[in-house]
Each structure stands twice: as structure tokens, then as C-alpha cells.
């Protein structure tokens, strides 16, 4: 069986989300500032983990521009 990937970009209200679909279901996304490209949420779904999506997810935003990620004490 072959699957498909495909990770989309929308803006709502000063977050850019970036999100990887697997077989047209989001599996993982990214949030990030509009302005500070600081990265805000990143999940993937249980099962999931482990693979690389918030990878690649992280790769698309930096390539568009460069990202940040929080202080670690600021990490959950």
C-alpha cells in the first residue's frame, strides 16, 4: 500500500501553521509567530511519533524563512 504525503501552510491571525498530511489526514503540525517565526505548538498524533513529520514540518518553515524555537525551560 502507498501513501501519500503532503504538508500545507495556512495564516489565521498572526499564526502560521504548517501541517503534514498522510493520505489526506493531518497527522502532525507545526504553529509558529507571523512575526518572531518563534515556533509556539508542535504535535503529532499518538502512533505517530517518531518518523520524522515534525522534522519535515520544521524544514518547510525554516526553508520559507528562518524559525525559532522557545527558551527549553519554556518547553512542555
Avoid at 501519500?4 to 498572526?14: A, L, V
Amino acid at each position: 500500500m502507498t501513501t501519500s504525503h503532503m504538508i500545507t501552510r495556512t495564516e489565521t491571525d498572526g499564526i502560521i501553521t504548517y501541517a503534514l498530511l498522510l493520505d489526506g489526514k493531518q497527522i502532525s503540525h507545526l504553529d509558529i509567530d507571523s512575526k518572531t517565526r518563534m515556533v509556539w505548538n508542535v504535535e503529532t498524533a499518538t502512533g505517530h511519533e517518531r518518523r520524522g513529520y515534525a522534522r519535515s514540518l520544521w524544514e518547510a518553515a525554516n526553508a520559507e524563512s528562518e524559525c525559532f524555537h522557545a527558551l527549553e525551560h519554556h518547553r512542555t
